[in-house]
């Protein structure tokens, strides 16, 4: 018997949206019913491309679609929107982060999928990036010990305002679009923070939010360090590559540039070049954030075929929009963030 393709949408079909396209369109168990986006063109040229009909209303689409899924790549500001319309259509959803900008919202967000028993996952990419399962796997096995210190940094001089001109805007702006992603790094390859401290600055005058941040987070029995800059000059343009740092009680996990991988046990060291798989579609240097967008859809299809709950759950990312609001309150009042007081 030939498994059913699961009937999904794309809603919001800008910057990053392209990706998403690309990547379900190699994955054998979906099909592209339609695109939307209020800016229409963007709609049709998306579909003219992938397939299915366009659409410039989520309401138009709901109503005359009959759909397994929807895939919510909008900006921040309408996904409670989408969200609670999704709910209310009886319709499970993929959404992109930051989930909200205010916990509230956001609570609101994974009730109203919960009320309906609908599934909910949140885009959080980064923990689907082919090095980063490489080194979730290197710790679970034990080389290193318990990790008890680690460090992970996103710093470039890219720019990254051309493709995301809303980032100009935004009076919240590093934190919510990068370190959102190291924090959820050091929760997955660590475990969850106790309290955090953040400081940033804003080095570009031409932008409104923060474009540098270091955080400090304190775990149960380990520290992790989370920096990211949008304003470091390098002659080495790793963009955007993410690095990590672990440090055990038997050893280390480093990921360095050009996803070079050293493992340090009590009696060996490895070095490894991680090889990013080519999709066809994926081009340097996005191809690792790239093919993450495979594997986290690779994955909510197999939570959706066995009822599992997915790793990035809308239940689960509160947690980490409650340390990402934290570090902004830490910010405000230059004093520790308790992790949880949001979720209260």
Not at 73 to 89: G, I, R
Not at 99 to 119: C, I
Not at 157 to 162: F, L, R
Not at 319 to 331: Q, R, V
Request: proline fraction near 4%.
């Amino acid at each position: 018997m030939t498994q059913k393709k699961y009937r999904y949408a794309l809603i919001g079909c800008g910057f990053f949206a392209q990706n998403h396209l690309n990547a379900w369109s190699q994955n054998p168990d979906v099909e592209l019913v339609a695109t939307c986006d209020v800016d229409f063109e963007k709609a049709k040229t998306a579909a003219a491309i992938f397939g299915g009909r366009a659409y410039e209303s989520a309401e138009e689409l709901y109503a005359n679609e009959e759909l397994d899924f929807v895939d919510i790549a909008t900006t921040p500001p309408t996904h409670k929107m989408m969200v609670e319309l999704a709910a209310a259509n009886g319709v499970a959803a993929i959404c992109q982060k930051p989930l909200a900008w205010q916990m509230p919202d956001a609570k609101a967000m994974v009730r109203a999928m919960a009320d309906k028993n609908l599934p909910f996952m949140v885009h959080e990419n980064f923990r689907f990036q082919t090095p980063m399962r490489k080194i979730k796997e290197v710790i679970d096995s034990g080389a290193i010990g318990r990790p008890f210190f680690g460090r992970i940094y996103f710093r470039t001089a890219h720019d990254v305002y051309s493709a995301q001109s809303w980032l100009v805007e935004s009076e919240r702006m590093i934190i919510v679009d990068v370190a959102v992603h190291l924090f959820d790094l050091a929760r997955y390859f660590i475990g969850e923070p106790k309290t955090i401290f953040a400081s940033a600055q804003r080095v570009n005058p031409k932008i409104k939010g923060e474009d540098s941040a270091t955080i400090l987070m304190h775990m149960e029995d380990a520290t992790c360090i989370v920096d990211a800059s949008y304003e470091t000059k390098s002659d080495n343009n790793t963009y955007p590559q993410t690095f990590v740092i672990i440090e055990g009680t038997r050893g280390s996990v480093t990921l360095s540039a050009d996803y070079q991988l050293q493992i340090i046990s009590e009696d060996s060291v490895t070095n490894e070049k991680i090889t990013i798989p080519d999709h066809g579609w994926t081009t340097e240097p996005w191809n690792g954030i790239q093919d993450s967008v495979v594997n986290i859809n690779r994955h909510w299809i197999e939570c959706l075929k066995t009822g599992n709950i997915p790793e990035t759950s809308g239940l689960d990312t509160l947690k980490l929009l409650d340390i990402t609001l934290g570090a902004y309150e830490s910010i405000d009042s230059g004093q520790v963030f308790n992790v949880g007081s949001l979720l209260k």
